[in-house]
Structure formats: C-alpha cells, structure tokens
C-alpha cells in the first residue's frame, strides 16, 4: 500500500474514535519520544556488506544518541553500543562543544559519529573525549584506545591506523604495535595541526583538518596559526556567571589564518611543506589525494572567491602543476564533489559554469574528457562512483525543485542529459551508498509520510526494510493525526519574471468564506531551501493548527537553483530577497481567505536579519515580526560568508555594507518587534543585537526583547526550544488579535 494512502486510510480510522486523539503542542514537539517515530541518522553500509549501522535517538531522550545495526544476514536489529553505559556522563571540552555548534549538533548527545574499520570487523567510536574501539561480532567490549579531549578521529584507509587531534596536534596509534605517536608537537596558543579553521567549518563545510592517503602511506593536513585574526572580547552571560571569551574571529575585512598544507609519514614522523604560493591571503578549500597516492590535489580559493584553483602535487617531488581554473564574477561556489577513479587516470569534478551545477570528468594531465551531466537541471551531489559498473549515482532536483531524488549516470557521458532516476515517490529521497555502489540506504519522507528507511540495489530495487515506521496505532504520532493538516505547494512570479515555490498550509476547521492571520516563516539566505516535501515542521504544523495561514516562500539566492536565480543578490543583501517576500505577502492579501492586515513574519539568523529588513521596508504590510538571533551588520559577520556575498570589504565597498546592513534602513520599521538572542552566541555574536538595540533607543522604537542566559547560536537544548517557541507563539497571538478567523 503507498504511504500516501495508508495515511489517508489510518486518519479516517483515527477520526472515528475522536476519543483516542489528542491537539499537538509544544510540550509534545519538544518531547519524547520522536514525533517521527524510529527515525535513524548517519546510515553507513559497513565495507563487508553485511550489517548497516546507524544512530537512534533513546526512547526516553530523543537527542541521546546509541549506535545500532542492522545485521543483512540475520535480518535482525540490535544496538551496539548504549552511550550512557559507555559514558553516563559525558563532560565535553570547549573545543569540542565549538565543532558541535559549527556542525549544527550541539542539541545531541551520546554518541554523534562513528568509523568502520576496513575490514568491516571493527568501529571506531568517539564520545565524551574519549575514544573506543567496537568489535562488531563482540559490541559488549568496547576497547578505549585514546583519551583527552580526543576530536576528528579516523581509520586509516588501510586500517594500520587511528588517528585524531587532541591539545592542537595530529597524533596516530599503529593498530599493530598499539604504539601513539603525536605527528606535530608546536600545536599550542594560536597553531593549530589537522585541524579546520573556525570559518572552514562555519561556512565551507569543512569539519576534519586532515586527509589519509588511501595506502596509509601519508597524512596532509592543515596547519594554521589565528595569531593576526583579531580577537573578539565575547561575554558568555549564563543564568550564574559570566564568561569572558577571547575569540579570535576574523570580521568581514580582517585578516584570515595564515595556512599551510603540510603532508607527514605516520611511520616515520617525516614533515614536509605544500608551497601554497606567494600570495598568503588565502583559503585552502581541502585537500584529497589521488586513488594511487602519488599526487595530492588541493583546492585554492581567492580572497574575494572569484577564482578557485585545483592543483596537483607530486608527493615524492612535491612538484606542482595546474589542474583546472574556475572563475566567475560574483564567487565560485566550493564543493566535496571531487573523486579520483581507481582504473582510470582521471577524476570527476562538479562546476557551475554552465549556470548549472553539473558533473565533468577530467584525465589527471587535467584535460576535460566529457560532461557526465547536463542540461537544465543540477547536481546536489555525487553519492557513489561504481566503476565496474560504469556508473556515478547523485543526488538531485531534476524531475522536481522541491524534490529530491537519486539518479544514476554513465562514466562514458552518453546519458549526461538523460539521468536514470532509481529512488521512487515523490518527495525527499536521501541515500547513504555502499562503498562499492552495490547497495544504498534510502530515507524517503513527504509530509504525509515519516521518514522510512529501506536498503535497495543500486537499480532501486527494495532488499529491506530497515525502518518501515508505519503510521500505524502504535506509532508516536498516531494521536495526532486527525488534526494533521496538508501542506500546499505551488509558485509565483518574481519581478524579473524567474519562479518561486511556496508551501503553504491552511489553518484547522478552514472557512474558505473567512479570513485568517498569516504566519509568515521565512530564512531567505544562500546555502538554504525551506520549501520541499519533506516530513517534519512541526511548529509550521501546530501554528496552523492554532488557526494561522502558515506560509513559507524560497526567495532569490535560496540553493539548489540555478545561478540566474542566487547571483541576484551579490553586492546587495536583502534587496532582492525583501522584494520577493513581499511578492509573496501580496499574493497572500489577494487570497479571500487571508486577513491582510494580520500578517505576520519570524526568521532566525538570516531569517532574523529577513525580519528586520521586511518590517524596515514592508511596515504598511506586515503586522508584526520576531527576529532570533539576526545579523544586523555584515561588517560584524566573517569573513569567508560576508565577502563572498556582499563582495569587497567594509573598506574597499562601505556602501554595499551599509546598503546591505539594517541600520540604514531602520527607519521604515513601525511594526511590533520581538527581538530574541543566545547570550553567549559565538556565530552570530550578540553585538549584532546588543548595536540594533542601540539604533532602536535612539529612534524611541519599543520592542520586545528576550536574552537566552548561556545559550549559543541554536539556542538548543529542549527546555530552550520549548520556551523560545512559546514565546514566538504568544507574540503572534498578542499582536495579530489572537487566531479567531474574521
């Protein structure tokens, strides 16, 4: 039966005991257990095929994390290892509460990552600091092979190793000799060895600092010293104590890190320098090393990111030669998406020159050979390359934007235009491949159906269910379910006639002859999509159930769009993304159901900084707004993000920074204000609000205000996402005249 209709045909069935069926709310939301049942995350196929592991939330604490398996062979499911009998209490070092906040899990505990040995007998796992070995056939005798503040650990391609940082410096074990040896030793103060700099892992997708040959035979790794990015004096205001933080923090306009690539044997301890060149103002994208190990390729970014530079070194000679240039007038957008074939001397390499993200595949003398994709239509990202079988699988939104879906294309390019769609259903398909390719797991989810997971062949075709997390009696929203509303999807025209998707969702017991207040729920920045047909938004779905008009509309520069549709919005932030909201808040007040005097907006962190900007320039529209944690001046922001949209410098471009800042434009903001943010705040730093509240002092505009004592960027946590949330809600209900349709 499809999901789709098995859920129509359990809501008719709950609807007739009304008895059984409770409201949503926000208690339940931040609750337990899961609302979307046994969801599982970072599925890996271990690389003997025979078992797919994976992390689950406890029943009694969904954000506490267990390691579990699903074992192809017995077809059976088991946890491995339970992170409260491993570490009942687990303390993290701030090093490693920072990685969380850039890795955007700093709400989770237990255990969050994991490694297979190649072999597939074994698993390394890290958690509270330290780090253990897991035998597979024996998981109730974990071994500790390391300790203190342990970060970023790996096993070797080869298996001879583990490696991690800790105290600043790469250090090994031979897994032969059991022997430690720390690789650098000068990681102290501002140097810091195999690891990635704060705006790497905050803006460039960069969580590990260092990259293993795939015969062991070497590491290359980042070595960077903070020493000239200036030091931002944070106060950590905690409900007990404040926390002065020294925080180097490189603003837009201040200097970065100074980088250098090095490359060492974890034999011998043997060091050697990358000559990165003579300009120093750089940033170093990462590093791989090809599939024989003897050319290590790094990626070299401009300081004004309008060229990326993919070079190739000779480990032996350390000899160097170009690759591949890409440039662009607005930025070159980085990716993860290079991979080295084992049987060819070539590599695929995604680009967006086109206009479009797609694939190309280049020999190692750096020759285009053919595109592997192509048309009107992108790449998300590669998934798996299967070289026998002459095939690279992919990740994409080509039959649907709001969709994704995987595909698979020939080695040879010849259905570059013509990709084979393998997952089925429409909605959010992601897959987690094999090493081989063989086999993928595959999470599908619409917002009718919670996420299920299933193992398949590399044509599509079903082997298990892993997960079915039917929405039967049992399952955790089942009593909620009668209440469910249907999310709407459709589009509208931008000014310059390009097309934007929307979803929307209508309040309960809906009278089309009535008019309802809106919820407008916005982010509108670059590397972000909000509207697709996935499970989930479950305060969108209880702020319609409470008799809102949930709306949400994926302005200009969203991602996962063409070039066309992001480069709008370079050299000028928040001018193109403001209008389309307001294209959309038009076409709302044209809809007989809506109340166009009760329109209301809430957006965090670029949706805060949307926020502010809507009501500076839409007041006479918009009603109301709650603004979480806003960026007010990009010249406060880093430097990798700000420069690569706003382009320039504070200094060499003051007038896109004041065009595209807040405060230049406060004075159209008449509207209600809700204005929320972490008091120790490291990513968007609190003096963003702190300045804003400032500007609206001196105008004489009243707002609201709440501070999170302790809490960061994500103000995470359940017990602060329950409160935040609430406070959200009773603002809209105060100023839009509470939610009773006129």
Not at 6 to 23: D, H, K, N, V, W
Not at 253 to 282: C, F, H, S, W, Y
Request: hydrophobic share 35%; no cysteine.
């Amino acid at each position: 039966m499809r999901p789709t209709l098995l859920l129509a045909a359990l809501a008719a069935t709950l609807a007739a005991a009304p008895a059984s069926a409770e409201r949503l709310t926000l208690d339940r939301i931040y609750g337990d257990p899961a609302l979307a049942g046994a969801s599982v995350k970072n599925l890996r196929v271990s690389p003997d095929g025979e078992r797919v592991t994976f992390l689950r939330g406890r029943a009694d604490n969904q954000y506490q994390q267990d390691l579990w398996e699903y074992n192809m062979k017995t077809k059976t499911t088991q946890r491995l290892v339970d992170s409260k009998r491993l570490v009942p209490n687990e303390e993290l070092s701030l090093e490693e509460k920072a990685r969380r906040e850039r890795a955007r899990t700093a709400g989770l505990s237990g255990i969050l990552t994991y490694n297979w040995s190649p072999d597939g007998k074994q698993l390394l796992v890290p958690i509270g600091g330290d780090l253990y070995l897991v035998d597979a056939a024996k998981p109730d005798a974990p071994r500790k092979v390391a300790s203190g503040n342990v970060i970023d650990p790996k096993i070797s391609p080869k298996g001879r190793y583990v490696s991690f940082v800790r105290n600043q410096n790469l250090v090994v074990i031979d897994l032969q000799t059991g022997a430690e040896r720390q690789l650098t030793t000068d990681g102290k103060g501002t140097i810091h060895n195999g690891e990635a700099e704060f705006v790497a892992q905050e803006e460039m997708d960069q969580h590990t600092g260092y990259y293993w040959a795939p015969d062991d035979s070497a590491i290359a790794y980042r070595r960077y010293d903070e020493a000239p990015v200036p030091v931002a004096r944070r106060f950590e205001i905690f409900a007990d104590r404040t926390e002065v933080i020294d925080q180097h923090y490189p603003a837009a306009g201040d200097p970065n890190v100074l980088i250098d690539l090095m490359i060492v044997n974890p034999a011998t301890g043997q060091q050697r320098k990358v000559d990165l060149g003579a300009e120093k103002d750089i940033y170093l994208v990462r590093a791989d090393f090809s599939a024989d190990a003897k050319t290590l390729v790094y990626q070299r970014q401009t300081r004004d990111q309008k060229r990326l530079d993919l070079i190739a070194v000779d480990v032996d000679t350390l000899a160097q030669r170009p690759l591949l240039t890409e440039t662009s007038k607005t930025w070159v957008s980085i990716h993860n998406d290079l991979r080295f074939l084992k049987n060819k001397k070539a590599f695929i390499w995604a680009s967006e020159r086109s206009g479009r993200n797609h694939l190309y595949l280049y020999g190692m003398d750096g020759k285009l050979q053919h595109p592997l994709s192509k048309g009107e239509w992108g790449v998300d990202n590669i998934l798996a390359v299967d070289e026998s079988a002459g095939k690279v699988y992919i990740a994409s939104n080509k039959d649907a934007v709001i969709d994704k879906q995987t595909y698979a294309l020939n080695l040879d390019g010849k259905n570059a235009d013509k990709p084979v769609r393998i997952t089925s259903g429409d909605g959010w398909h992601d897959a987690a491949f094999a090493g081989n390719g063989k086999i993928f797991v595959d999470t599908y989810s619409n917002p009718q159906t919670p996420p299920q997971v299933s193992i398949r062949r590399a044509d599509g075709s079903m082997v298990e269910w892993l997960e079915k997390n039917e929405l039967n009696a049992s399952h955790p929203y089942a009593k909620y379910l009668p209440d469910h509303l249907p999310t709407e999807y459709g589009t509208i025209k931008a000014k310059d006639g390009q097309t934007l998707h929307y979803s929307m969702i209508k309040p309960a017991n809906f009278d089309a002859s009535k008019r309802y207040p809106v919820f407008l729920f916005t982010y509108g920045g670059p590397h972000s999509q909000r509207v697709t047909r996935t499970w989930g938004g479950y305060f969108n779905q209880y702020m319609a159930q409470q008799g809102f008009v949930v709306f949400v509309l994926d302005n200009r520069g969203s991602s996962r769009r063409e070039r066309q549709f992001t480069d709008v919005i370079y050299n000028n932030l928040g001018a193109n993304e403001v209008q389309d909201q307001v294209t959309g808040i038009d076409w709302l007040s044209q809809q007989s159901f809506v109340d166009p005097k009760r329109v209301g907006v809430f957006g965090w962190s670029y949706g805060g900084y949307m926020t502010l900007r809507l009501l500076a320039a839409a007041s006479d529209k918009i009603a109301m707004g709650v603004s979480v944690a806003p960026v007010t001046d990009w010249a406060l922001y880093d430097t990798h993000y700000t420069e690569q949209f706003v382009g320039g410098t504070p200094k060499s471009d003051p007038e896109a920074y004041k065009r595209s800042g807040v405060f230049a434009h406060l004075d159209g903001l008449k509207s209600p204000l809700l204005l929320i943010h972490g008091m120790a705040d490291d990513n968007v730093l609190f003096t963003n609000t702190t300045r804003l509240i400032d500007e609206l002092v001196k105008r004489n505009v009243q707002f609201d205000l709440m501070t999170y004592p302790g809490a960061k960027h994500g103000i995470s946590g359940k017990v602060n996402q329950r409160h935040v949330y609430g406070m959200i809600e009773a603002f809209f209900k105060k100023n839009l005249g509470g939610t009773a349709a006129k």
